[in-house]
Structure formats: C-alpha cells, structure tokens
C-alpha cells in the first residue's frame, strides 16, 4: 500500500478550495492529531496517524468542507486519546467538536455482545444522520480506509466487519447516493466473504471490459465528434460495473450477457439544455431501446440521483449511455459531500437537501418516531429501509420508494399522513383495486379520500406492511372496535 502524507492532501484539498484559512486549519488539525497519536501504531506496523490521514483523504477526494476534513483528522483522538471534546472546540470549533464526537459515539458492532447492545449502538448510526449526515459520511470514510488495509486483521475479523460493512455501511453509502463509496466498500466485503467468486467475476470484468472497449471508444469517438463541431464543451468517461454490482445481477438470474449496463459511456455537460442536445446527437448515431430510457433529471432517483440514461444499439451489443451536467455527477460519485461550497451553514443546507431529496431519511424518521425498543427499531430498518423497494407514481408522476410488499394503505400514509384515515378506494393505472392491493413498480396511483369516512376498518393494520402505517392506523382505531 503506498501511504500518502501531509502534502498530499493538501494537494487534494486545492484542487477544489485554495482558501488559505481552510488550509491552514487542515494543517493544524493534522498535527493536533499527530501530537495526540504520537507513539500509537496500527496493526501493519505503520504510524497511527496514516489512519486518520488516509481518512481525510478520502474525504477530500468527495470534496468533502473543511469542517468534515478537520473531524476526518481528529476522528479517533476522543476514544484513543487524551483530547477532550471541550479542547478540540477550544482549539477548533464547535462544529468540529461535535462531529467528531458524533462519530466517536458510533462504536464498531462487536459480534460478541448482546444483540441489544449492537442494536442500540446501530440506532445511534441511524439516527446520527438525522442530526448531521456529515457523521456518517466521515464514519464510511474511516470503513472504507479499514477495509482497504483489512489484511491485517484476522480472518474471524475479516469476516466480521466485512459483514457489517455489507449490512450497513454498503446500504448507508447508497442511499446517501455516494456510488464510488459504494462501490468499494461492497468490493472489498465481497472479496473477503467470498474470495473464490469475487476472482471469478474479477476476471469476467476484465474480459467483458475487452471485448465492449472497442465499441465504446468508438462511440466516444463518432459523439464527441458530433459535440466539437456543435461546440457543446463536454467530458467523456467510460465506467465499467463493479464486481459485486455485477454478482447481484447473476444472482437475480440473469445471464452477463443480458446485464446491459455493464459498461457505460459517461458522457458530461455543462447544462441541461446540453443534456438533452446531447441525447439528440447520440439517438441520431445509434437507435436506442426505447424501454429503456430514463429521464432521471425530471424525475430524480429517490436518492437524488439525475441523469439521463439510454441505451442503443451497437451491432448486436448494447451501450448503455448516462448523460448528466458536472453538477449532477459530482452529487452522484460523492454524494451529499459535494455540497461543501454551498452558502450558508454547512449543516442545515445538507440536512434540507437529504430530507427533500432522499425518500429512506423520511422512512428512518417515521421508524425512528415509532419504535422505543431498540431490537423492533432495527428490524424495521432492516426490513423496510435497507431492503428491496419497489417505485409508484402519483397522477402528476411524483415517484415514492416503499418496500417490496406495500399496499395501497401503506402508499396512502407516506403521501398524506394521518389524512389516510379517510381513505375510501383507489385507482391503479386508471383502475379501480381494493385497498389490499400489493404496489408493483411503475404503478401509477390515484387515492380517493372521502372526508366523510369514518376511518380505518378493523383490517386495515394486517393489510398494512410498514410499521409507519401500521402505527397511524392503531391511533385512529374506531372506538366501537
Ligand atoms: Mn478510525
């Protein structure tokens, strides 16, 4: 592994902010931990302080604001240090103070302990994105450094925290709409938990990556063409699927060669209205799939994610094509850190835009209000937020993302709350169903309210499949039942 030092990131950190203040407390907040760490080393023998870097590091590769740079520095100095938390706001700031005492509140799942214990502590993992989502983002950046450099831990450990990144950090990555953490992170527990399959699809990866790379550059080649002469200034990538992305897809059944977006032309614009130019010029080369077309910048993924995405034609193969503006991609490789230079305060910009943004911090919010018991509060979590989701319309084509196994009941107190009481029918793609109708992605939903009902039936709670519904409709419960 080759380490990095001081000067590196700072290199990393200019790339997006050359202010000297900001630097300077990046400076201060390295040596602040370097003093504290000082004689502390990690299990691969190097200096403890490479941790934290490394950290920092990966932070500033999101773009992360300084503020979450100076925590990512600091991050172990409450647990394995003689710093306090009044010191590092003394010396820092308070935000700073309190990030890093946020993460030092989430302690690594021990495997050992009481079932209680890990999941009181997964609550407080949970939650924490509820009071400032730059906690996690720093949590997933120390995961992800731990496990790029598991190797030196057991095989017992290995497997361990290889789990527990794939339950939770993995999901946690997704959901925030940070793709490239994402990625890695579910890699690196992959290869761990499943050594012999992750060399296979490796090696898979590589030959797919050889055979498609022709046609694709090709493609490359024939749009930016097109784009020079119509002088739209643009960025083109290639990305190849991640191996763990592509063993989810051979295990819902399908064949690699049906999986279409193994390997994407990525092409990046300066504005929206470039976008859809741009979609113009590459349907004007190769016909597209028309099924298979999204217009994901009308309609963001409920995660926030835009683009648009087709796929065409290339001889007998697909491409599958994402065309976006460099806003929109930096949101969808890093995810909320690429709103560091937002104005105003840091903090309440990035908690307004995932609560308007991301559909699972309203479903954490709804769990978190329902279940004092920490046990049912994760088994909720795991069953209906980090679980498989199906996607509804309204009549205006609003989307909403509930878990697999909703009903219309359930559709109707995510969209209007204890208002759902008065539910009296619904329409399903302008047809009538009953109300224990089960939600199939795509559906799309009229609900019709009668304020004259006189609420809930005595089956509704076993209709119900989220514990959000199921808990209004307990509250509404008609008194002569
Ligand atoms: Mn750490």
């Not at 201060?28 to 004689?39: E, M, P, T, V």
């Not at 302080?49 to 490394?54: D, K």
């Not at 700031?93 to 209680?116: Q, R």
């Amino acid at each position: 592994m080759n380490s990095i030092c001081l000067n590196d990131l700072i290199n990393e950190v200019k790339k997006y902010n050359t202010n000297q203040k900001d630097i300077d407390l990046i400076i201060k907040a390295y040596n602040y931990a370097s003093f504290y760490h000082d004689g502390q080393k990690r299990e691969s023998g190097e200096e403890y302080i490479t941790h934290p870097l490394n950290v920092a590091f990966i932070l500033a590769e999101t773009h992360a604001d300084t503020d979450t740079l100076c925590a990512g520095l600091l991050h172990d100095t409450l647990e394995d240090t003689k710093a306090t938390k009044e010191d590092i706001e003394h010396e820092f700031n308070k935000n700073i103070a309190e990030l890093v005492d946020g993460v030092t509140n989430i302690k690594d799942l021990e495997f050992s302990s009481v079932e209680e214990v890990n999941n009181a502590n997964m609550r407080k993992i949970i939650v924490g994105v509820t009071k400032d989502v730059r906690i996690i983002l720093i949590k997933l950046a120390d995961r992800l450094h731990n496990m790029r450099t598991l190797n030196y831990k057991k095989s017992n450990k290995q497997r361990e925290k290889s789990i527990e990144t794939l339950e939770i950090y993995a999901p946690f990555a997704y959901y925030l709409g940070a793709y490239r953490l994402y990625c890695e992170l579910s890699d690196l527990s992959f290869m761990y938990l499943k050594p012999n399959e992750f060399e296979v699809l490796k090696q898979q990866r590589i030959n797919i990556k050889e055979q498609y790379m022709p046609l694709v550059e090709e493609m490359s080649y024939k749009v930016s063409r097109i784009l020079n002469d119509k002088e739209i200034p643009y960025d083109i990538r290639i990305r190849v699927k991640n191996v763990y992305g592509i063993y989810e897809k051979l295990s819902e059944g399908k064949r690699l060669v049906d999986i279409h977006d193994l390997l994407a032309l990525k092409v990046i614009v300066d504005s929206v209205d470039n976008c859809y130019l741009t979609l113009g010029v590459v349907h004007s080369l190769y016909k597209p799939l028309n099924y298979k077309f999204r217009d994901y910048i009308c309609t963001p993924k409920t995660n926030g994610y835009q683009s648009l995405h087709t796929t065409v034609y290339s001889g007998d193969r697909f491409i599958h094509t994402q065309i976006r503006t460099h806003d929109m991609d930096k949101i969808a490789s890093f995810g909320f850190n690429a709103y560091w230079d937002v104005q105003g305060d840091t903090r309440s910009v990035m908690q307004k835009e995932i609560s308007d943004k991301c559909q699972f911090y309203t479903s954490l919010k709804e769990i978190d209000s329902i279940f004092t018991n920490n046990n049912e509060f994760v088994k909720s979590v795991k069953s209906e937020v980090f679980s498989e989701k199906v996607y509804v319309y309204d009549t205006l084509g609003n989307v909403s993302e509930l878990p697999k196994g909703s009903t219309i009941i359930d559709y109707a107190y995510r969209v209007r709350g204890p208002e759902a009481a008065k539910l009296v029918g619904a329409l399903v793609n302008d047809k009538s169903v009953s109300l224990n109708y089960v939600l199939q992605s795509k559906d799309r939903i009229k609900l019709i309210i009668d304020n004259l009902s006189k609420g809930p039936s005595s089956d509704w709670s076993q209709i119900a499949h989220t514990s959000y519904a199921k808990s209004l409709i307990l509250k509404n419960k008609p008194t002569n039942y």
